[in-house]
Nanobody, 126 residues
Framework: QVQLVESGGGSVQPGGSLKLSCAVSGDRSYWNCVGWFRQAPGKEREGVANIFTDNGNPYYFESMKGRFTISQDNAKRTFYLDINNLQPDDTARYYC???????????????????WGQGTQVTVSS
């Protein structure tokens, strides 16, 4: 069993920043990727970034490059997503998930992740 708890969301004005956290506990055996995804009302869950926990190698989805930074504290089993220059389009619920490598890479779709947290809400408005 793997448990994930996201935190750090909130309401911010455009241009603001947030640091989201994902604390992972439980069985460490079957995953070495952590992915951040987001889902806005009425939309599908979309990938933001993922990280290969063995070496910290990050991957950013094309539309997310530049304002998002994924990082990890492996000793604490906590994974972070820094978001800068937040815009109203970033309003969504942000989720983290765990997965094993798939064909040498962290999965690029939500379907590749077996365990999820409850999410943390990010709302950007003036």
């Amino acid at each position: 069993q793997v448990q994930l708890v996201e935190s750090g969301g909130g309401s911010v004005q455009p241009g603001g920043s947030l640091k989201l956290s994902c604390a992972v506990s439980g069985d460490r055996s079957y995953w070495n990727c952590v992915g951040w995804f987001r889902q806005a009302p009425g939309k599908e869950r979309e990938g933001v970034a993922n990280i290969f926990t063995d070496n910290g190698n990050p991957y950013y989805f094309e539309s997310m490059k530049g304002r998002f930074t994924i990082s990890q504290d492996n000793a604490k089993r906590t994974f972070y997503l820094d978001i800068n220059n937040l815009q109203p389009d970033d309003t969504a619920r942000y989720y983290c998930g765990t997965a094993p490598l798939y064909r040498g890479n962290c999965p690029k779709t939500a379907a590749g992740y077996q365990n999820w947290g409850q999410g943390t809400q990010v709302t950007v408005s003036s």
